[in-house]
C-alpha cells in the first residue's frame, strides 16, 4: 500500500499565499515523479507543476511565476507554494506520485484524497 496525504488547503482572499503539502507513506521503494494536479467544479483534472527526483519541474501556464513545486526526497515529501492567488485558482487540488514498491517493479501513479482551495475575491 502506498498513501498520499495532502494538507495546507484552505480559503483565502485573491493576492494571499498558501503552501500545500503532500507526504508520501507505505510500501515504498523508490519515487520517480511527483506533482500536483487540481479540479474545479465540472471541470477535468489537469496538471497544475511536475517535478521530478533531480528537480526538474515543469507547470502550467496559468500558474507560471506564481506557483513553485518543490521536493524533499529524503522525506518523500512534495510541495506547492502558491502565490497571487486568483479566484479561479479554486479547486481540489490532488498530489500525484509514481512510485516503485521494490526493485523488480515498475512505477506506478498513485493520487492523494485531495484538499480544496478556495479563493474569495
Known amino acids: 500500500q502506498v498513501q498520499l496525504v495532502e494538507s495546507g488547503g484552505g480559503l483565502v482572499q485573491a493576492g494571499g499565499s498558501l503552501r500545500l503539502s503532500c507526504a508520501a507513506s507505505g510500501s515504498i521503494f523508490s519515487i520517480n515523479a511527483m506533482g500536483w494536479y487540481r479540479q474545479a467544479p465540472g471541470k477535468q483534472r489537469v496538471l497544475v507543476a511536475l517535478?521530478?527526483?533531480?528537480?526538474?519541474?515543469n507547470y502550467a501556464d496559468s500558474v507560471k511565476g506564481r506557483f513553485t513545486i518543490s521536493r524533499d526526497n529524503a522525506k518523500n515529501m512534495v510541495y506547492l507554494q502558491m502565490n497571487s492567488l486568483k479566484p479561479e485558482d479554486t479547486a481540489v487540488y490532488y498530489c500525484y506520485a509514481t512510485v516503485r514498491r521494490d526493485y523488480s517493479a515498475p512505477y506506478y501513479g498513485y493520487w492523494g484524497q485531495g484538499t480544496q482551495v478556495t479563493v474569495s475575491s
Open positions: 517535478i521530478s527526483t533531480g528537480g526538474s519541474s
